[in-house]
């Protein structure tokens, strides 16, 4: 606790986005629980509640026992490990996932089949605040963002990654569901760090 709490009080003192998440109300227990059941009965691909997205993949996470995965391949009908490098350094041939939406949302509008150059991120969370870090190169001039998937995945087939909020499977598996985003439900798409050429969008 004590560690968590002198974390929290660096951190706070660094150029960071942050979020912090509500208690849920009834309203919102009834928005997000008919939008998931829509997700999973494949009745509808895209989120349709009163409330940002990132609240939603927040309950879901939070009570479904499940994480996400954001990606910009549209039908992923089975997820295979692959060689990838974990947040601490650390190579595996794993499948990632995540425990926060923010996070995941960023790998899924970014448009990485265009970018190049270096694209750093970091989310840390701690028992009150959640903070993120997103940077790319300055001088890149190519359309920075477009439209993704985010998949739902099933918690328990996952272990700790090489930080609290990534996560790793070692064997395929299917999604539970999948939903389509945009660009727009990233909500820390105009305040990048490091930056990017500020006459794109």
């Given at each position: 606790m004590?560690?968590e709490k002198?974390?929290?009080?660096?951190?706070?003192?660094?150029?960071?986005?942050?979020?912090?998440?509500p208690?849920?109300?009834?309203?919102?227990?009834?928005?997000?629980e008919k939008?998931?059941?829509q997700?999973?009965t494949g009745?509808s691909?895209?989120?349709?509640?009163a409330?940002p997205?990132?609240f939603?993949?927040y309950y879901?996470?939070?009570?479904k026992?499940?994480?996400?995965?954001g990606?910009?391949?549209p039908n992923?009908?089975m997820f295979?490990?692959?060689e990838q490098?974990l947040?601490?350094?650390t190579?595996?041939t794993?499948i990632?996932?995540?425990s926060?939406?923010?996070?995941?949302?960023?790998?899924a509008?970014?448009n990485?089949?265009?970018?190049?150059g270096t694209?750093?991120?970091?989310?840390?969370l701690?028992e009150k605040?959640?903070y993120y870090?997103f940077s790319?190169n300055r001088d890149w001039?190519?359309?920075l963002?477009?439209?993704?998937?985010?998949y739902i995945l099933?918690?328990?087939?996952f272990i700790q990654g090489?930080?609290?909020?990534?996560?790793?499977?070692?064997?395929?598996?299917?999604?539970?569901?999948k939903?389509?985003?945009?660009?727009?439900?990233?909500?820390?798409?105009?305040?990048?760090?490091?930056?990017?050429r500020?006459d794109?969008k």
């Amino acid at each position: 606790m004590l560690k968590e709490k002198l974390q929290q009080f660096f951190l706070d003192r660094l150029a960071f986005s942050t979020m912090t998440y509500p208690a849920f109300t009834n309203d919102m227990y009834d928005d997000f629980e008919k939008a998931y059941h829509q997700l999973q009965t494949g009745e509808s691909e895209s989120y349709q509640g009163a409330y940002p997205l990132h609240f939603f993949l927040y309950y879901i996470i939070e009570n479904k026992n499940c994480l996400v995965h954001g990606s910009k391949q549209p039908n992923i009908g089975m997820f295979e490990p692959r060689e990838q490098t974990l947040a601490n350094g650390t190579p595996v041939t794993a499948i990632f996932a995540s425990s926060d939406g923010l996070w995941s949302l960023f790998f899924a509008v970014i448009n990485r089949t265009a970018y190049k150059g270096t694209l750093k991120n970091l989310c840390v969370l701690t028992e009150k605040k959640r903070y993120y870090y997103f940077s790319l190169n300055r001088d890149w001039s190519g359309e920075l963002w477009s439209e993704g998937t985010i998949y739902i995945l099933p918690r328990a087939a996952f272990i700790q990654g090489g930080s609290k909020a990534e996560w790793i499977a070692e064997q395929p598996l299917p999604p539970i569901a999948k939903l389509k985003v945009t660009p727009d439900d990233f909500i820390f798409r105009s305040i990048m760090k490091g930056l990017f050429r500020r006459d794109k969008k």
